[in-house]
């Protein structure tokens, strides 16, 4: 709507030229320069809207830290949506299942199988036992790997060990590929960083795993069907 | 940018991430709230209240918006209950508060629009003006992210704006003697 030459503009077409738009056409501009009282309304009108763009009161910036540290610890547990806790325990579940699984064929091949076959089954899991067993062994795997952990050197701290950690007795010379569990989890695989990790939240997927519905653990499992580790 | 990539790293239950995202807006929230409500205690209540709100509504947020757009449509919904459940202002202590009804001549200018002056007046809007009026003339918004905020279309923004400016001016024209 394009202002009328001669005519007193309305606030909206004062508001609308002041904020720059164009609708009110060159006329208005023509009509303030020629009509004092008008020109000075829309002086008036700036002057508001100056007013109203004005910085509030701030408080002292340690209020803001403050309130910060209180925001961040009101926060409550997130709550993943099903399909989001699904995507994450199959990533993090597809990691720990790979180490995990060459933990266990590491552990058999140095010992005795255990009692329990389920948790000596092949790398190559078969379908869904398997990958329940890996479910199931990952539990009996980090326990072990706690154990054999916690003899480790007492100032080795934990996620650190592994072949770049100069300072940790990684391989002893004269010990042959194979190794006892029964001395300092001294691994040297690749795998070492992603088993300390993955090791210990392996435990913790067992209970996510198992705080799962039926069809979402379904889904789990179903996805990681044919699940396969090659060494 | 990194916004999305702090949002993300939240949604994952990153409340250092999260921390970040507070830090990045917290300032601008308040800044907002105390304009809308005029109370500033009241504007750290309500921001506190809006980041929480926000967390824990994550999964809403799609990332077609801005992330400060849908942080600031929490906000501004928190200020208009909060107005309603009555911790606003009311109109009165403006009654009682009048400005000098006689100033002198050369105080006209300088009394005709001092910031408390107004500040009181925006609080007689109703809460939609109100918020309008301070996302466009403070936050500098275009009616189309106040449409998106406010949940409205951009013409009803428009409308909305305009009406509260014209409140604004009749009221302070109401209080100026001739």
């Given at each position: 709507m394009s202002?009328?030459?001669?005519?007193?503009?309305?606030?909206?077409?004062?508001?609308?030229?002041?904020?720059?738009?164009?609708?009110?056409?060159?006329?208005?501009?023509?009509?303030?320069?020629?009509?004092?009282?008008?020109?000075?309304?829309?002086?008036?009108?700036?002057?508001?809207?100056?007013?109203?763009?004005?910085?509030?009161?701030?408080?002292?910036?340690?209020?803001?830290?403050?309130?910060?540290?209180?925001?961040?610890?009101?926060?409550?547990?997130?709550?993943?949506?099903?399909?989001?806790?699904?995507?994450?325990?199959?990533?993090?579940?597809?990691?720990?299942?790979?180490?995990?699984?060459?933990?266990?064929?590491?552990?058999?091949?140095?010992?005795?199988?255990?009692?329990?076959?389920?948790?000596?089954?092949?790398?190559?899991?078969?379908?869904?036992?398997?990958?329940?067993?890996?479910?199931?062994?990952?539990?009996?795997?980090?326990?072990?790997?706690?154990?054999?952990?916690?003899?480790?050197?007492?100032?080795?701290?934990?996620?650190?060990?592994?072949?770049?950690?100069?300072?940790?007795?990684?391989?002893?010379?004269?010990?042959?590929?194979?190794?006892?569990?029964?001395?300092?989890?001294?691994?040297?695989?690749?795998?070492?960083?992603?088993?300390?990790?993955?090791?210990?939240?392996?435990?913790?997927?067992?209970?996510?795993?198992?705080?799962?519905?039926?069809a979402d653990r379904e889904a789990v499992l179903d996805e990681l069907e044919g699940f396969t580790v090659t060494l | 940018m990194e916004d999305d990539r702090l949002v993300r790293r939240a949604r994952e239950g990153d409340d250092r991430a999260y921390g970040r995202l507070v830090e990045r807006h917290q300032r601008r929230v308040y800044a907002t709230l105390a304009k809308m409500t005029g109370d500033g205690d009241l504007a750290m209540d309500l921001t506190q209240e809006a980041f929480v709100r926000a967390w824990e509504r994550l999964e809403d947020f799609e990332g077609r918006a801005a992330f400060s757009t849908w942080l600031y449509r929490i906000a501004v919904r928190l200020a208009y209950d909060a107005m309603e459940r009555g911790k606003r202002r009311v109109a009165a202590d403006v009654e009682h508060d009048r400005p000098d009804p006689d100033p002198a001549p050369d105080d006209r200018m300088v009394a005709s629009e001092t910031a408390l002056d107004l500040r009181r007046r925006i609080e007689t809007l109703p809460g939609l003006q109100r918020a309008v009026v301070i996302l466009r003339a403070y936050d500098g918004l275009s009616y189309r992210e106040i449409a998106a905020i406010l949940d409205t279309t951009e013409g009803s923004a428009r409308v909305s704006f305009h009406h509260a400016i014209r409140r604004l001016r009749t009221s302070f024209e109401e209080a100026t003697p001739e």
């Open positions: 202002h009328r030459l001669g005519a007193h503009p309305s606030l909206e077409e004062l508001l609308d030229h002041i904020d720059g738009d164009r609708r009110a056409g060159d006329g208005l501009e023509a009509h303030l320069e020629a009509c004092d009282p008008c020109r000075d309304r829309a002086e008036e009108v700036r002057q508001t809207l100056h007013g109203l763009s004005a910085e509030p009161d701030f408080p002292d910036p340690a209020r803001f830290a403050e309130q910060r540290e209180r925001i961040v610890e009101a926060l409550p547990p997130r709550r993943v949506p099903t399909g989001g806790r699904r995507a994450r325990w199959m990533t993090t579940a597809t990691l720990a299942a790979a180490a995990v699984a060459a933990f266990l064929v590491f552990r058999a091949v140095d010992r005795a199988p255990p009692s329990d076959d389920r948790a000596t089954r092949s790398v190559e899991p078969r379908m869904d036992v398997g990958v329940v067993a890996a479910v199931e062994g990952r539990r009996a795997a980090t326990e072990a790997y706690a154990d054999a952990f916690s003899s480790s050197p007492p100032d080795a701290p934990l996620g650190s060990r592994g072949a770049t950690d100069a300072t940790f007795p990684v391989v002893r010379e004269s010990t042959p590929s194979v190794r006892s569990m029964d001395e300092a989890p001294a691994l040297s695989s690749p795998l070492d960083a992603s088993l300390d990790g993955t090791a210990l939240e392996s435990a913790l997927l067992v209970e996510d795993f198992a705080g799962l519905d039926a | -």
